[in-house]
């Protein structure tokens, strides 16, 4: 049906910069809502960012004015920017998209998950 591939996590200086990548694959009829959630150890899953097909961002509080969500649709692939990094922002960063696929002579919709990337912020 539809994969989703993350990219771009690592171990960063508090204050640096990262870059992850999330792209769609599959019988992709249209990509809607993407998003990036974290999970740090003993922590709920909790949404950092979301934005919709027609590119309205939605942020966490704790992430406003220095994460950046961004989409190719053309790509099927959704990007966040996250600057200023602090050692709290230590997770698992998984992506999410809502994904209208072909099955047959239907579009159902579902809802997919990626692996998972580490992003640890050291002090």
């Known amino acids: 049906q539809v994969q989703l591939v993350e990219s771009g996590g690592g171990l960063v200086q508090a204050g640096g910069s990262l870059r992850l990548s999330c792209a769609a694959s599959?019988?992709?009829?249209?990509?809607?809502?993407m998003g990036w959630y974290r999970q740090a150890p003993g922590k709920q899953r909790e949404l950092v960012a979301s934005?919709?097909?027609?590119?309205?961002?939605n942020y966490a509080d704790s992430v406003k004015g220095r994460f950046t969500i961004s989409r190719d649709n053309a790509k099927n692939t959704v990007y966040l920017q996250m600057n200023s990094l602090k050692p709290e922002d230590t997770a698992v960063y998984y992506c999410?998209?809502?994904?209208?696929?072909?099955?047959?002579?239907?579009?159902?919709?579902?809802?997919?998950w990626g692996q998972g990337t580490q992003v640890t912020v050291s002090s």
């Open positions: 999410n998209a809502d994904c209208t696929y072909y099955s047959g002579a239907f579009l159902p919709r579902g809802d997919y």
């Open positions: 934005i919709t097909s027609t590119g309205s961002t």
């Open positions: 599959g019988s992709i009829f249209r990509v809607n809502a």
